[in-house]
């Protein structure tokens, strides 16, 4: 076996310079043997189980203005949608049904959503499903907000890192956005007691192997529960249109090192990584990852979440999309788990 290999499945870490050479040599070869021990990895902790967690994308408002997102504030050709809490309350419900018990609310950072509104929503579906977990994904808030979503009972919240460089982030951010405080609010958001999710876009504009490196020392010192990596994938009307989209075979490597560097984390076979190639979730799970997130918001909105071109599930009910990816995780001899699917406590 690969000398790296064994001392990252042995040690759980690497130095930098190994890390440098896993991404520097990846091979078809290399894969396979990473995703080999990967699997083996999630195998021990979750089985041939995939978690599912019901997304809905409640707000596509957004004030910030990240340069790859295509639902960025100054995108003037976004059809704009709010959900209301009744219909939130509806996808719950759909979701509920049809096995899911989590659900995520993401959206985009909307000042028209308010953060009490938010609080009363977070306690109905508190009240609602006492036996499911609320994941968050609403961006930067204070830590007084993030306490207060998580006194009325959120217990998850995924916000993405995005870069570990402070350069880098700056090339994908307006001045206003600080990787300071993007790793600040990660700190915080522990600190009150959720399980946090980081990650980053693989392939996103102007991103190098150190800054991966970086990426993947930041996660091991962070330590979260989660990590969601997808693609980054070009949208037609932001500054990044022309970049090049991120890779199958790279968004796959990094995978497996993420499973054996945290081996219990909850990892996600992302969308993203879906539309760049039909069978994209089943290799990732194939590559260590154990979570899909089927959509649950209305049909009618799905398409105008739209953070990058041609992304997937967007004209399927929540019922065929829990249909399919159930159908797509046995094909590969994995079953979907309709449990909470907490971070496996030791
Ligand atoms: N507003 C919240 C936030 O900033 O964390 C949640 C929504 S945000 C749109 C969710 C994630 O979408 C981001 O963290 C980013 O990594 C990803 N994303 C945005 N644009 C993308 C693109 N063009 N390709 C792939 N992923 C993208
Ligand atoms: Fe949505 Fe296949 S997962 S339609």
Redo the contacts with the bound molecule.
């Keep these: 076996m690969n000398k790296i290999i064994a001392k990252l499945e042995r040690q759980h870490n690497l130095e930098k310079s190994e890390f440098r050479w896993l991404l520097e040599n990846n091979t078809p070869e290399l894969r396979r043997e990473l995703s080999g021990r990967a699997q083996k990895v999630a195998h021990e902790t979750f089985g041939k189980g995939v978690y599912i967690r019901g997304l809905i994308e409640f707000s596509n408002y957004c004030k910030n203005n990240c340069y790859y997102c295509g639902i960025r504030g100054s995108n003037n050709q976004v059809n704009r949608y709010r959900l209301t809490e009744t219909e939130i309350l509806d996808c719950c419900q759909n979701g509920y049904e049809l096995g899911f018990r989590t659900f995520v609310l993401q959206g985009g950072e909307d000042p028209g959503f308010s953060d009490e509104q938010m609080v009363k929503l977070i306690e109905k579906i508190r009240r609602a499903y006492h036996d499911c977990a609320i994941t968050l994904s609403l961006g930067e808030r204070p830590k007084a907000v993030y306490e207060a979503f998580f006194a009325a009972g959120a217990n998850r919240y995924l916000l993405r890192h995005e870069t570990a460089s402070n350069e880098h982030y700056q090339k994908l951010h307006p001045l206003e956005l600080s990787l300071k405080n993007r790793k600040q609010c990660l700190v915080e958001l522990k600190k009150i007691g959720f399980q946090v999710g980081t990650g980053f876009m693989v392939g996103s504009p102007h991103q190098t192997i150190d800054n991966l490196v970086e990426d993947l020392v930041f996660i091991k010192t962070l330590d979260p529960q989660m990590i969601g990596i997808g693609p980054f994938i070009p949208h037609h009307q932001t500054p990044y249109k022309n970049a090049k989209a991120g890779t199958l075979e790279e968004t796959l490597l990094l995978i497996s090192i993420l499973r054996l560097l945290l081996p219990k984390a909850l990892i996600p076979a992302t969308t993203a990584l879906g539309t760049i190639n039909p069978d994209g979730r089943e290799l990732g799970i194939r590559a260590g990852a154990n979570v899909v997130m089927?959509?649950l918001s209305p049909v009618a909105v799905r398409k105008d979440y739209s953070l990058y071109d041609n992304k997937?599930?967007t004209g399927?009910e929540a019922a065929?999309?829990r249909g399919?990816?159930s159908k797509r995780m046995e094909s590969i001899g994995y079953k979907i788990l309709t449990h909470r699917g907490d971070y496996p406590e030791e």
């Design positions: 089927p959509n997937i599930c399927d065929e999309c399919c990816l």
